[in-house]
């Protein structure tokens, strides 16, 4: 079966997403494995680039997540979120925003600006 998977931004880990179980892992999951992950190696705060949905970016902040949106952009500057037709490229305006969050410890408040202002949230724990 096919699992969607992520890159940690901050150590550069490979990783299940979502709460299904993965080829070798337990059987009950409770919690994704990006939530896992964030827990045992980078106190709870996360970073991720989800490759299955467009490339967002995954903040995580305890058992609580919110999409960030693209790093990548067309030549237009558009993330093309529905549909890629373009060839994508790292935008590094977008990149520096995201590592500014880390680096200022500026995940916390951003997941919960997020969640409040989000009109559907990512289930606790689910990533």
Not at 52 to 58: A, C, T
Not at 96 to 113: D, T
Request: aromatic content about 12%.
């Amino acid at each position: 079966p096919v699992h969607d998977r992520a890159i940690c931004l901050i150590c550069g880990e490979i990783l299940f997403a979502g709460k299904k179980p993965h080829p070798g892992g337990p059987r009950n999951v409770d919690q994704g494995g990006c939530t896992r992950h964030t827990e045992e190696y980078h106190n709870g705060i996360g970073v991720l680039l989800l490759f299955r949905r467009s490339s967002s970016v995954l903040l995580i902040n305890g058992p609580f997540s919110a999409y960030y949106g693209s790093l990548y952009a067309d030549r237009n500057g558009d993330d093309q979120q529905v549909t890629p037709s373009l060839p994508m490229y790292l935008d590094q305006q977008r990149f520096f925003r995201v590592y500014k969050l880390w680096a200022e410890n500026s995940i916390p408040s951003q997941v919960s600006s997020l969640r409040n202002s989000a009109s559907v949230v990512i289930r606790r724990s689910y990533y």
